[in-house]
């Protein structure tokens, strides 16, 4: 059995987030859901929409539990996830981002408490300043007379 993953973002984020996934995992498409929330959209109607998305989850197949991944802690989509979430079959981590949920998948048949886990550390680590230019990337210098790499 493994755990199913729910996202609920500002729209378009939780959508685009589950395409991505799913270019990586094509074969997770049952076990990943996406609730895009919309402006115009009351708390309570994208609540009753986070409950359709997570039972439609859990009549997908035999399920562990559902990690619930939102964009920004403290706005609408973490507020509805918060009521959505029990803390025992479901729990609920904000800050999602690609890496995080590429981490969840590929460790989803893990326990609930093991995948929130990895799940932070996948996002904190995806999160990385990248030099601008590597030594193997450097242009050569105008005055440099030796066009040939020799090893010294």
Do not use: W
């Not at 589950?18 to 109607?45: G, T, Y």
């Not at 995080?100 to 048949?109: A, E, P």
């Not at 193997?136 to 790499?149: C, E, I, L, P």
């Amino acid at each position: 059995m493994n755990n199913s993953i729910l996202i609920i973002a500002h729209a378009p984020l939780a959508n685009a987030l589950r395409q991505c996934a799913l270019h990586v995992f094509p074969d997770c498409a049952d076990s990943v859901a996406a609730l895009d929330v919309q402006p115009n959209v009351s708390p309570d109607e994208t609540l009753a929409a986070a409950r359709i998305a997570s039972t439609q989850l859990e009549s997908a197949g035999p399920v562990t539990g559902i990690l619930v991944l939102a964009d920004i802690f403290g706005a609408t989509p973490c507020n509805v996830a918060q009521k959505l979430v029990d803390g025992v079959f479901s729990r609920l981590i904000t800050g999602v981002n690609l890496p995080m949920l590429l981490r969840t998948l590929s460790y989803r048949h893990e326990s609930l408490e093991a995948l929130v886990a990895r799940a932070v550390v996948g996002g904190t680590q995806g999160v990385m300043q990248v030099a601008i230019t590597a030594p193997q990337n450097q242009a050569r210098r105008k005055n440099d007379q030796d066009h040939h790499d020799h090893q010294q």
